[in-house]
């Protein structure tokens, strides 16, 4: 089985050249998304945790994978992470529940779990 992170350096790489093509419309989402992630009235790691949850939801492996990662570079602990997933397959049920897997192998990887 693949590394997680190894998977997810192949997602940003090819998305770097994505951005390459179309640097306008990618400006513009790059820009959108990192004000969204600011600190505001919720915090930057709490985000993170919310956005766990819903790439937990709709299945999306580079989203899972980000979003653990970027959750614990914000501070997230591993119990805070199983919380997050947690909400995620009690919204969710068996889809998100099947999804889960990759936090714990990016855990694993990252060296919290």
Same mark, same amino acid.
Do not use: N
């Given at each position: 089985?693949?590394?997680?992170?190894?998977?997810?350096?192949?997602?940003?790489?090819?998305?770097?050249?994505?951005?390459q093509?179309?640097?306008?419309?990618m400006?513009?989402?790059?820009a959108?998304?990192?004000?969204?992630?600011?600190?505001? @009235?919720?915090s930057? !790691?709490?985000?993170? *945790?919310? +956005?766990?949850?819903? $790439?937990?939801r709709? &299945?999306? =492996?580079?989203?899972?994978?980000?979003?653990?990662k970027?959750?614990?570079? @914000?501070?997230?602990? !591993?119990?805070?992470? *199983?919380? +997050?997933?947690?909400v $995620?397959?009690?919204? &969710?049920? =068996?889809?998100?529940?099947?999804?889960?897997?990759?936090?714990v192998?990016?855990?694993?990887?990252?060296?919290?779990?």
């Amino acid at each position: 089985m693949q590394s997680q992170l190894e998977l997810l350096d192949e997602i940003i790489e090819c998305t770097t050249k994505f951005k390459q093509e179309l640097p306008g419309a990618m400006a513009a989402h790059t820009a959108f998304t990192d004000e969204v992630y600011k600190d505001g @009235a919720l915090s930057h !790691k709490v985000k993170r *945790l919310i +956005a766990l949850g819903i $790439a937990l939801r709709a &299945g999306c =492996t580079g989203c899972i994978v980000y979003q653990t990662k970027m959750a614990v570079e @914000a501070g997230a602990t !591993k119990a805070e992470v *199983l919380e +997050a997933v947690s909400v $995620a397959i009690a919204m &969710g049920g =068996t889809p998100a529940t099947s999804w889960s897997w990759r936090v714990v192998k990016v855990l694993e990887e990252l060296g919290k779990w």
